[in-house]
């Protein structure tokens, strides 16, 4: 037993001796194990007398051309616009079938949840209220009216308050998408004598729309009704914060995006309404409450291009509660 003692402790000495690392030495040290720990290569920058310039980091060959990444030779692929810097009207893509409908299925990823199926707006992420600006619905004149760069860039860029999608989805699907939200716009103003050319059954899709509706005013009318909560200016203020109106509404008349609500209440402006008449309107409540809900009706002429989106989703409590604060911005 006691030699067995022995020659452990002079097995345990010689390893700790052979292992310690840190210590100085003239020696290269045991590496068992290269893990490709040392290889021959040149760092970044480095010199390298190889070479006549000196250079270990190596210009392309004359002539490479970049692949994927080419971004600038061809603008209104890459980017949407002319070289003067002007969106361009109409996408630079074959358009197919097939093209399409990759369209559909790339939108049906990545934006659906927000601007919704048909592009009304109404996707999960608005509808189910967790407080994020809302997306607008492609159907409005201002969006049916924009060249297809415009549209395009809000998918490279973002826009806003919308973040860009330029990492996940790629340059000419991309393209794809766009054409797709126009062949959305088309089919929303569709009237049901144009759709009788095409071969569709009309009656069995509106038998299927009554169907889903009398579901949905089911399913409402078996919950529970709930006490809804005071409507309150602090409510009004936290609920501004949280679904984005102050990225472009200030409180203090500060010029944003929109007009400030400072002052708003009592004050007379030119607006244009939905019929194109331009009118001189004292700003009220009223007009408040419908500038959140449907922003559209009576446009403000020095924002007559309005971005803002309807609230109509918010809960009563809160539009409410919005209108006061509002309302208390003018007070003082
Ligand atoms: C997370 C929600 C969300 C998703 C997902 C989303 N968007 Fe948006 N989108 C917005 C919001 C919010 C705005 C309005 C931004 C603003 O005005 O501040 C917007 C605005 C737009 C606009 C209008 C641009 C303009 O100039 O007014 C277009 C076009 C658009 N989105 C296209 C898309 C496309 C295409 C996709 C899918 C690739 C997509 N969006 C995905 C939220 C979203
Ligand atoms: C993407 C920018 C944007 C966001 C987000 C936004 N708005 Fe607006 N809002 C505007 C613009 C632009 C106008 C002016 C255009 C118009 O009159 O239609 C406007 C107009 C208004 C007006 C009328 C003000 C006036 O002086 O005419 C009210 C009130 C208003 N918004 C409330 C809200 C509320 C409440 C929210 C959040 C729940 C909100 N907005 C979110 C851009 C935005």
């Not at 003692?5 to 345990?12: C, Q």
């Not at 980017?79 to 074959?94: A, D, F, L, Q, S």
């Not at 071969?199 to 729309?209: Q, W």
């Not at 402006?269 to 008449?277: F, S, W």
Request: charged share 25%; hydrophobic share 35%.
């Amino acid at each position: 037993m006691k030699g067995f003692f022995k020659i452990a402790g002079i097995l345990a000495l010689g390893y700790t001796l052979t292992a310690c690392q840190g210590q100085l030495s003239e020696k290269p040290p045991v590496h068992p194990v290269l893990n490709m720990d040392q290889q021959p290569r040149k760092e970044a920058q480095e010199e390298n007398n190889f070479f006549a310039d000196g250079r270990s980091m190596r210009q392309p060959v004359e002539g490479t051309v970049a692949r994927g990444f080419n971004t600038t030779s061809d603008l209104e692929y890459y980017k949407g616009e002319t070289p003067e810097g002007e969106w361009i009207e109409e996408m630079p893509v074959e358009m197919t079938r097939s093209f399409l409908y990759r369209g559909k299925k790339q939108y049906e990823v990545f934006c659906s949840v927000c601007h919704g199926k048909t592009g009304a707006g109404d996707g999960i992420v608005i509808t189910g209220n967790y407080g994020l600006v809302p997306a607008p619905a492609y159907h409005d004149i201002r969006l049916k009216n924009a060249p297809d760069g415009l549209l395009y860039s809000a998918i490279a860029n973002g826009v806003r308050t919308m973040p860009s999608y330029a990492t996940q989805i790629k340059v000419k699907d991309r393209w794809a998408i766009v054409a797709y939200i126009r062949a959305l716009q088309e089919s929303q103003s569709i009237t049901e004598d144009e759709l009788e050319q095409y071969d569709v059954d009309i009656a069995a899709l509106n038998e299927e729309y009554a169907q889903e509706q009398a579901l949905q005013d089911s399913l409402e009318a078996a919950k529970e009704p709930e006490e809804a909560p005071e409507a309150t200016i602090a409510l009004g203020k936290q609920v501004s914060a949280g679904n984005g109106c102050v990225a472009c509404h200030s409180s203090d008349g500060s010029p944003g995006i929109g007009p400030s609500w400072g002052g708003v209440l009592g004050s007379t402006a030119e607006v244009v309404t939905q019929d194109g008449e331009t009118i001189t309107i004292t700003k009220d409540e009223d007009y408040i409450r419908e500038s959140i809900v449907s922003p559209n009706a009576k446009k403000d002429v020095e924002y007559e291009n309005s971005v803002m989106a309807p609230f109509s989703h918010l809960p009563e409590h809160e539009i409410e509660s919005l209108v006061l604060y509002i309302k208390s911005l003018s007070d003082n």
